[in-house]
């Protein structure tokens, strides 16, 4: 009797076990995204097929011989900003390019727009052909800072003109004058040796007459 109570006991609690627990984990079962078996279901055994796109449409190779690496710019030109560089031989899908041709427009992620430009001579293009895009406009030219004439006058230091020496000239230099030799220069045309031979005869002559009348 006591035997078949507890059977009885047993079964029940079996009963409300399976009751109380087995909603409650096919709840949270669905709540995870798995199937009401708790993931155990058979998985394939196959490898799954993946799908890998390649890009399509024109691609612009970096051929920048033998610099290592090009600028981009947000525009084409070179008044426009540098946003980034490419690599040389890097690949980058192209968009498009200038009417003239000299700049060619590329996805370029890192920039807020998603596209930039690079300068055609420096790209190859492979897998067609480029159509032409308009341009963006041209930036705003970079305002100069100009110079207030006020406060920079007050940084001007004035050098006071140096007043030069006043040179004096020298009085005039008078050079004698020597009259050349040979020349007269006694009284009447009388060669100045004349006048000394004849005072050294008269004196001679003057001693003579003295010693005859001493004697």
Known sequence: MRKGAFKFGAWVFIFLAAVLI???TVARANQAGLPPDGGQAQQPTVSVATVTGTPTGPIAIIYA?????????SGPGTDYPRVGVLLNRQEVPALGRTPAGDWVEILYPGVETGVAWVYAPLVRIVGGELPIVEPPPTPTPRVTPTIDPTLAAQFVVQVPATRLPTL??????????FPP??????TGGIPIGFVIIGLAIFGVLGLGVSFLRRN
């Open 181 to 186: 030799q040979g020349t007269t220069t006694g």
């Open 22 to 24: 087995l909603p409650r």
């Open 65 to 73: 011989d033998p610099e290592e690496q090009i600028n981009v710019r």
């Open 168 to 177: 004096t000239p020298p009085a005039p230099l008078l050079i004698p004058t």
